[in-house]
């Protein structure tokens, strides 16, 4: 393949492109550019920026909750401030941290990667992170709006999965509830926004040469998530409406004295709730498929069966939400089916796993931070999805379910493995996305200091849950064996907001102070690293043209036929 197809170099120079460099330029302008853009890495950007921040705040309402855990009898918090901070605490880590993360890292390196100049809908594409950041700082404003509105209290209180009758306004005070709805309503419409975009970019904006069979598997896992994002958010918004008809409108969906049932919130809550759970943790696979083969020196083994197993996985999501379900009272049937079907889960991710640690089995590998976090991952995502065998044993289910065991699962699964797969995948692509390395040095500080706060916290949690510690308590008498355990994971919860903390110093050093990254500084081959760092408003000057899965590859090591798989 001609070098002439995969330009790195950055040829000419639109009027505008960077308008931080031009002279004069005022603070008040570079906003203006931020604000009105329609540029994907710009957005994309933005999107991650978001989650981080959100992710500093719902790591101090953790915090806050695990102080008034640490010992019994504890009046720390009082029981309504603790409520607000369960609630909140979970949603900004499902919608405004999760969600973000995952989109942002789609916006900004689908295009790169497919040789686009663009998102296929660049207007829809600034209209969907607007909603979704107005939706999250809606939600954050009823700390203040709520008691503004003729409510007592503030901020929303009754968990992130809002279960009736405790949001009907009979139980619910004032306009808490309110906030949330309309706040995930606009969240809602900004994430089906993004993933119509993804779709119609991945198959209307390919370069050429660019087969779906020769996409990077991070292309083909955010393709499949957003297919996902249309079945799932279109439930939960469906049900944030109906909720507030019932508030306004006399409806009663969900009022039982009023013929309504509360156990309809339970389904349409987890249609959603469980597909969301691989809606997050798909794009985490997406990121471990591109760091792993990286940094093994070795092509991701069984490319076919790792796309084969992200649809399996993705389809199979669709029929297991009653597993959360398997204590209302289902029938025997209905608990034998979602039994089932949660178990089938297990194959595709199987296949995942086998094939990660196949890529790595016998490849020269290169212990980077960002590859630190991608082994971590799946070693921890393989104990998560043990628990959640166990979990998804109705008889099992039964005598731990709203216990902290449920917890940390959970935890296990959006923090072992989806937020470790976001640190790893910003130490690999923030030289991409800023042109400067993040130091490795305090990199390994991070990481070790992560992962030793990590299994504190969650290794530990599991302990007061098989113990019978409720999930939704906020205090509790001494005498049940809970308290060394609480202590333990109290620790580990301030272990991992230190190294958070020096991360978020990492970030803000190395892309004051930091070594220049050049193009390619992990000698990859797909094509975001065929451009500058970070990439020029156009990304391409000549749209490339591909002959395989490694287009960067091929160009840099014509001799090495090996590494061409078509």
Known sequence: MADSTLPVD????????????????TWLETLHTW????????????????????????????????????????????????????????????????????????????????????????????????????????????FLGAVGLQGAGSAPDTTWWGYAPLTERAFSRGHTMDYWALALVMSGIGTIGA?????????????????????????????????????TISPLTAAQIMLLIDRYLGGHFFDSQAGGSPVLWFHFFWIFGHPEVYVLVLPAFAIANEVIPTFSRKAIFGYPAMVAASAGIAFISLGVWAHHMFTVGM??????????????????????????????????IRFTVSMMFAVAFVAQFLLAGLTGIMLSMAPWNWQLHDTYFVVAHFHYVLVGAIVFCIFSGLYYWFPKMTGKLLSERLGKWHFWLFVLGFHMTFDFMHIPGLLGMPRWIYTYQPGFGWEKWNILV????FVQGIAILLFSFNMVRSYLKGAEAGPDPWDAWTLEWATSSPPPPYNFAIEPVVASRRPLWDQKHPEDPDWRYE
């Open 10 to 25: 950055r040829p000419m120079e639109l009027p505008g492109d960077l308008p931080g460099e031009q002279p004069g330029f």
């Open 490 to 493: 109290g620790v580990g919860a």
């Open 331 to 364: 029938s025997a049937p209905g608990n034998a089916f979602f039994v089932l079907s949660t178990g089938l889960v297990g194959v595709p991710t199987g296949i995942k796993i086998f094939n990660w640690i196949a890529t790595m089995w016998g490849g020269k």
């Open 35 to 142: 604000v009105t853009t329609v540029d994907h890495k710009k957005l994309g950007l933005m999107y991650i920026g978001y989650a981080l921040i959100f992710l500093l705040v719902a790591g101090v309402e953790a915090l806050l909750m695990r102080v008034q855990l640490m010992v019994a009898n504890n009046h720390f918090l009082s029981p309504e401030v603790y409520n607000r901070l369960f609630t909140m605490h979970g949603t900004t880590m499902v919608f405004l941290v999760g969600m973000p993360f995952i989109i942002g890292f789609a916006n900004y390196l689908v295009p790169l990667m497919i040789g686009a100049r663009d998102m296929a809908l660049p207007r829809l594409n600034a209209f969907s992170f607007w909603m979704t950041a107005l939706g999250g700082f809606f939600l954050y404003y009823s």
């Open 195 to 231: 993933a119509v975009n993804v779709i119609a970019t991945v198959f209307c904006m390919r370069c050429k040469g660019m087969t779906l069979f020769r996409m990077p598997l991070l292309v083909w896992l955010n393709l499949t998530t957003a297919g996902l994002i249309l079945v």
